[in-house]
């Protein structure tokens, strides 16, 4: 049975909670692979047993939610939008309050006080009570349930003490009022602050809705970004943002690839060079050729996978979804004991029960809970993004916790990447020109940042040229290929003790053709990142597949006392075992050659530029190759953990404290629904402070 991959817009969540009930419900229908999305308002799912998605709009608009095709598009009616519930309700609240320090004696007559408070309690029904009830059948009860038992006691109470004529001790309609507004203020700050939490994928988005200009028979017409198809030619000019992935065609260019990379410095581009859909081009212009569009981007791609890993839930978050779902049925319960025990067990006033009762029902908090993890994890996955750092999911941000070792590849990872030759010593009758010519043929055909260096290398020298039939590569071996006369080749390292500087080797027909130095250079900041791992207490470790005696010496440089040389993939994945047995692991290597390495440690990062095999194997992404982002990724994991353990403790703490002073009778509900209200700004207040905090090293 086919797979149908399905994405929906859905507005009204509003914490984790929200969230969770429509997750359950997509559960029960037996959907697989379920994303939902507060913050994003994206609700995504695989529909393996072809449920109708009408049924499924149905029963997500059936717990109070609303599906939409585009939330930036979509417009709440007028008496929709919380923030107009609360100037309303706030408007009639205000002389139910001033009642009690104005000498107005209309504004103490019951049925004042009722008529003021009646449109508030119906307001609340309708934001409150829709919310609790379909909570209830989602089958996570929300905090909208205690805000609702606790304001319609209140009223439903004032309404008999009102029609009974009762006198003024019966009247608790500023209480009522007074609990519903300020929680609809929550809702408003609580709204406006979690927006602020999902900027950086905002801002991507913002980045690709952007127009093009598509050279059509020799003029030029303006088109969108989502309009232009592969093979198109486009021409983007001084201050314009590339709309799509291509390749120059002609001009040049200094583009500004900052909100990828992260660096400021522009790279200068020109023909045949590759460029990304976002990127800005500073001065310069050129043609270039369309390659990658829509959802193939690069750009794309890191939307993607930030919606992705704002929606992994770190193991710590665990305990917090636990204590939520089983929040809201423990604290009405506490309600009803305080209310037993104050009425029946303290004799006290039926008055005074009802009151303590109705206090621990506002003042407790689950959405603190339910808000603690995700809106960190999203700012500190936000603040990685723009330092060009794309890390795979808030799971990973508590894997580097602890971490003992960093396993480092050499080559593009403590090295430049960028190879010279510094010697080439022909067998034979072999010229210097046919060795050339040769090299030439095979390594156009490899993607390996050697290959690369070496045609760049070459390119201007005098040399034979070779018509190759078929390459292939081995990994961590080298190149295969055959020309057209039917003579084989290899290129590639071969394992030797002897001590010297020739490490590749080239082999025509199985007989030595030449041996190759090359050598490239370390990177300046890597010494200084090896000295910075080790305050930290973290054991730094070259695994490569190079040569013992260059393995050695880079190692001794910058500082690495532990190596591992030679290595071939499958025995790189050894080495990771055994590390991982005695610590946890980081591996970093460029995405390429090391992904089956990347994959196995505990966490894989890669010094590659977003290919695709990076984003596939590693869970972490430096799109900046500065060995500097190695340090920023655990100082940012960090303080993520950081702030999502003070968060997890102000949300438990909070309750712990708040519950038993308001069943004890120590606090007005009018209070607690002040600190409930403003609990969870706290939570995601301390969150967004993530945005501009000083980060320190990680401490050892």
């Not at 040769?438 to 050697?450: K, Q």
Request: proline share 4%; hydrophobic share 45%; aromatic share 6%.
């Amino acid at each position: 049975m086919s797979e149908q991959l399905v994405e929906l817009n859905v507005t009204g969540m509003h914490c984790n909670n929200c969230a969770l009930s429509i997750h359950k419900l997509l559960e029960k229908k037996g959907l697989q692979n379920i994303l939902v999305d507060f913050a994003g308002e994206e609700v995504k799912f695989s529909n393996t047993h072809s449920v109708a998605i009408p049924d499924i709009i149905k029963d997500i608009e059936g717990l109070g939610f609303k599906v939409v095709d585009d939330p930036a598009t979509h417009t709440a009616p007028f008496y929709e939008k919380v923030e107009n519930k609360f100037l309303f309700c706030a408007i009639l609240t205000i002389p139910l309050l001033a009642h009690m320090v104005l000498p107005w004696h209309f504004l103490q007559l019951p049925t004042v006080q009722l008529l003021l408070c009646l449109p508030v309690f119906l307001v609340g029904c309708l934001h409150f009570g829709k919310s609790a009830i379909n909570s209830i059948r989602g089958g996570v009860p929300n905090m909208d349930v205690l805000i609702f038992v606790g304001s319609s006691a209140a009223f439903i109470y004032s309404l008999i003490g009102t029609i009974e004529n009762l006198g003024d001790k019966y009247l608790f309609y500023e209480t009522c009022a007074t609990i519903i507004t300020l929680v609809l203020l929550g809702n408003v700050l609580e709204k406006r602050s979690v927006t602020q939490t999902t900027s950086a994928v905002k801002d991507l988005i913002k980045i690709q809705q952007v127009n093009a200009n598509l050279v059509v028979n020799g003029g030029i017409e303006v088109v969108s970004a989502k309009e232009v198809r592969p093979g198109d030619t486009l021409l983007v000019n001084t201050g314009d943002k590339i709309p799509v992935d291509g390749e120059i065609l002609s001009g040049d260019a200094s583009v500004d690839e900052a909100m990828l990379t992260g660096e400021s410095i522009p790279v200068e581009k020109t023909k045949y060079d590759k460029v990304i859909g976002g990127t800005i081009v500073q001065h310069g212009n050129f043609r270039m050729i369309a390659t990658k569009v829509g959802s193939n981007t690069v750009l794309s791609q890191v939307i993607e996978l930030m919606k992705k890993a704002q929606a992994a839930k770190p193991p710590v978050q665990k305990l917090g979804d636990k204590v939520a779902s089983v929040f809201v049925p423990a604290v009405i319960f506490i309600s009803l004991v305080t209310f037993v025990v104050t009425y029946f067990a303290v004799h006290t006033t039926l008055q005074i029960a009802l009151m303590n009762a109705i206090a621990v029902l506002v003042i407790s908090c689950p959405c603190a809970m339910g808000l603690a993890t995700p809106t960190a994890v999203m700012v500190g996955l936000g603040r990685a993004a723009k330092n060009g750092i794309l890390i795979k999911g808030g799971d990973t941000i508590e894997a580097v916790a602890n971490t003992k070792y960093v396993v480092f590849d050499k080559t593009g990872t403590l090295t430049t990447g960028k190879f010279r030759i510094n010697d080439i010593k022909t067998e034979g009758n072999t010229t210097i020109e046919q060795v050339r010519g040769i090299i030439t043929a095979i390594e156009e055909r490899s993607n390996h940042p050697i290959a690369k260096s070496l045609l760049n290398g070459l390119k201007l020298l005098p040399q034979t040229r070779l018509i190759l039939k078929t390459a292939s590569e081995e990994k961590g071996l080298g190149m295969r290929a055959e020309d057209v006369d039917g003579n084989h080749y290899f290129l590639g390292t071969a394992k030797s003790t002897a001590e010297n500087e020739f490490n590749l080797s080239l082999y025509k027909n199985q007989q030595l053709l030449a041996q190759i130095a090359i050598d490239d250079e370390i990177k300046p900041e890597a010494a200084a990142l090896i000295t910075q791992l080790k305050k930290m207490n973290i054991i730094p470790v070259l695994l490569s597949g190079d040569r013992e005696n260059r393995c050695q010496k880079v190692a001794k440089l910058i500082g690495i006392d532990e190596v591992h040389s030679e290595k071939l993939p499958d025995e790189k994945l050894t080495v990771i075992d055994i590390y991982k047995q005695k610590g946890k692991t980081i591996m970093i290597g460029d995405g390429i050659n090391d992904a089956p390495a990347l994959t196995k440690a505990d966490v894989g990062v890669s010094m590659n530029d977003a290919s695709q095999v990076a984003i596939q194997s590693a869970r972490v992404i430096l799109l900046n190759t500065d060995l500097h982002s190695v340090v920023k990724f655990l100082q940012i994991s960090k303080h993520t953990l950081i702030t999502i353990k003070q968060n997890l403790f102000w949300a438990f703490a909070y309750n712990v404290v708040a519950i038993p002073i308001a069943a004890l009778g120590f606090l007005n509900p009018m209070v607690g629904a002040f600190a409930m209200a403003f609990s969870d700004v706290v939570v995601i207040g301390n969150s967004l402070r993530l945005k501009s905090k000083k980060l320190s090293p990680p401490a050892p």
